[in-house]
């Protein structure tokens, strides 16, 4: 019998073709709820810029599986499964954990593949928390957006925004107290503002009125195609400053996303939101948004 030629390294700018296979691969197998072809591309833009924070398995030269924390993404290609790689990947993956000073290590484990579940149970992994997508209900009817008098709202400008470090700095404030901690880096937002479908229009930012280059609070939608060709919309982000919370900001900045996206031609509108942000669930469902699919995740303590 000849001997399997495996590897467990960190991901390097010339894997991201192998990556892609692995992901194309299980899309199918796996039928991952609220997961599209077009998802694939948009979580590569945010991965190939920071190689070093994914872990990829090879056999015999050929990339068969990946983790990337900062993803809570575990993939293995269907043909190379029960072969130990996903079991390697762990700790390999708990590495970059304890690297960038994260407690824990969290994984998305499909509540739908058992033998997903047993795995993570088995290497010590437990249930902790659901990220939800919710779904605007057919029909419901959203009212336009009226920000306060005290504020400004322009699109993101890529010269007056341009200095990358200082947005990264403001999105993470925005979100300070989220149930998840956010791990954007430069380097990464840089690589997805640098990417061909980038759109600056998709990305409302709001300012005091008095210093409109100051931002405070911001949304950013994006839409895909489904496989029936249908256009289905997402409110990515949301998030506002603490000290200008409290304001409506958020309400507004939801309306305005919901406006937009049906502008550009959204048969249907989803979010994503943890189940543990009852602040943002209730904002939620009083705008006719629903709970359509759980996101169950794991977590293994970092040692």
């Given at each position: 019998?000849?001997?399997?030629?495996?590897?467990?390294?960190?991901?390097?700018?010339?894997?991201?073709?192998?990556?892609?296979?692995?992901?194309?691969a299980s899309l199918a197998t796996d039928a991952i709820p609220g997961f599209l072809r077009s998802d694939i591309e948009r979580a590569l833009v945010r991965i190939v810029p920071d190689p070093a924070g994914?872990?990829?398995?090879?056999?015999?030269?050929?990339?068969?599986?990946?983790?990337?924390?900062?993803?809570?993404?575990?993939?293995?290609?269907?043909?190379?499964?029960?072969?130990?790689?996903?079991?390697?990947?762990?700790?390999?993956?708990?590495e970059v954990v304890r690297e960038r000073g994260h407690p824990e290590l969290q994984l998305y484990v499909p509540s739908h593949l058992p033998a997903s579940q047993a795995f993570a149970a088995s290497l010590?992994?437990?249930?902790?928390?659901?990220?939800?997508?919710?779904?605007?209900?057919?029909?419901?009817?959203?009212?336009?957006?009226?920000?306060?008098?005290?504020?400004?709202?322009?699109?993101?400008?890529?010269?007056?925004?341009?200095?990358?470090?200082?947005?990264?700095?403001?999105?993470?404030?925005?979100?300070?107290g989220h149930p998840t901690a956010m791990t954007w880096t430069p380097a990464v937002i840089a690589h997805v503002n640098a990417s061909s479908d980038f759109d600056p229009a998709a990305i409302l930012l709001?300012?005091?009125?008095?210093?409109?280059?100051?931002?405070?609070?911001?949304?950013?939608?994006?839409?895909?195609?489904?496989?029936?060709?249908?256009?289905?919309?997402?409110?990515?982000?949301?998030?506002?400053?603490?000290?200008?919370?409290?304001?409506?900001?958020?309400?507004?900045?939801?309306?305005?996303?919901?406006?937009?996206?049906?502008?550009?031609?959204?048969?249907?509108?989803?979010?994503?939101?943890?189940?543990?942000?009852?602040?943002?669930?209730?904002?939620?469902?009083?705008?006719?948004?629903?709970?359509?699919?759980?996101?169950?995740?794991?977590?293994?303590?970092?040692?």
């Amino acid at each position: 019998m000849p001997t399997i030629a495996v590897v467990i390294r960190r991901a390097g700018a010339s894997d991201e073709a192998g990556i892609r296979d692995v992901m194309v691969a299980s899309l199918a197998t796996d039928a991952i709820p609220g997961f599209l072809r077009s998802d694939i591309e948009r979580a590569l833009v945010r991965i190939v810029p920071d190689p070093a924070g994914t872990v990829v398995a090879v056999e015999d030269g050929r990339v068969v599986g990946y983790c990337t924390p900062n993803h809570d993404d575990l993939t293995v290609h269907p043909a190379f499964r029960r072969r130990g790689h996903a079991r390697r990947l762990v700790p390999a993956a708990m590495e970059v954990v304890r690297e960038r000073g994260h407690p824990e290590l969290q994984l998305y484990v499909p509540s739908h593949l058992p033998a997903s579940q047993a795995f993570a149970a088995s290497l010590g992994f437990r249930y902790r928390s659901s990220l939800w997508q919710f779904r605007l209900r057919e029909g419901h009817e959203v009212p336009p957006p009226e920000f306060p008098a005290d504020v400004a709202t322009r699109p993101f400008d890529r010269d007056l925004d341009s200095d990358i470090d200082a947005w990264v700095a403001f999105m993470l404030a925005a979100f300070e107290g989220h149930p998840t901690a956010m791990t954007w880096t430069p380097a990464v937002i840089a690589h997805v503002n640098a990417s061909s479908d980038f759109d600056p229009a998709a990305i409302l930012l709001v300012a005091p009125a008095d210093d409109p280059t100051r931002p405070i609070g911001f949304a950013r939608i994006e839409t895909a195609v489904d496989e029936a060709g249908a256009v289905v919309g997402d409110v990515g982000l949301l998030g506002v400053l603490p000290a200008w919370r409290g304001r409506g900001l958020g309400r507004e900045l939801l309306r305005w996303s919901v406006a937009d996206l049906r502008r550009r031609g959204a048969d249907t509108i989803e979010l994503s939101v943890e189940a543990a942000n009852e602040r943002a669930t209730t904002l939620y469902r009083a705008h006719g948004f629903e709970p359509a699919i759980e996101w169950p995740h794991w977590v293994l303590p970092a040692r």
